[in-house]
């Protein structure tokens, strides 16, 4: 959304400037909409208090936790405003940076987060967009979630990571079909 789009909506909901905002999600395979949502919020402004509900929804009510039904209370509208950061967008031109500064291994990394799949080169499986940003390096966002939609633990995200050649100090620029999957990445690193 626009900023403008995002702070009437915010305001609506009655999250303000100092709102811890947690986000949920309803099926154990919509945390790549979490991750957007996420992702949305903190590039808005909200960055540190933004959180996702590990495993959401279902994982609430497998453990037993209370639920509810109805329209809940109305929120109170806020008057937050919202001071985007755009450096948590990448432009054309900072992926063409990066791409031109890859074989220096300083500055930004490009993580291709879609399914392995689709980073190969699959042109002769009839897949017009088979193939990968130059430089790019694999981390699909299905292996940093186990099955039940939750994060995996610290040490398997740190062993993936590793694992895919990113550094500890690398700036990262994460990618995949229209954004979902990226955000996750983004959220989970």
Known sequence: PTADDLQRVLRAKGITATSRVVVVFDQPNAFT???RTFFTLEWGGLAGQVAVLD???PKWVREGRATATGAGKAPVASSLVLTPEMRRRATKDDVRAAIA???ARAGTRIVDARDTVFYQDLRDNGMP???HVASAVSLPFSGVT???GTLRSREELARLVAGAGI???DQ??????IGM???WIYFAL
């Not at 990262?172 to 079909?177: D, E």
């Open 181 to 183: 999957q990226a955000s």
């Open 55 to 57: 495993g959401g929804l």
């Open 129 to 131: 967009r088979g193939g």
């Open 33 to 35: 909409r979490a991750g």
């Open 101 to 103: 500064s890859a074989g």
């Open 167 to 169: 550094a500890a100090d």
């Open 172 to 177: 990262l620029v994460s990618y995949c079909h």
């Open 146 to 148: 186990n099955d039940d």
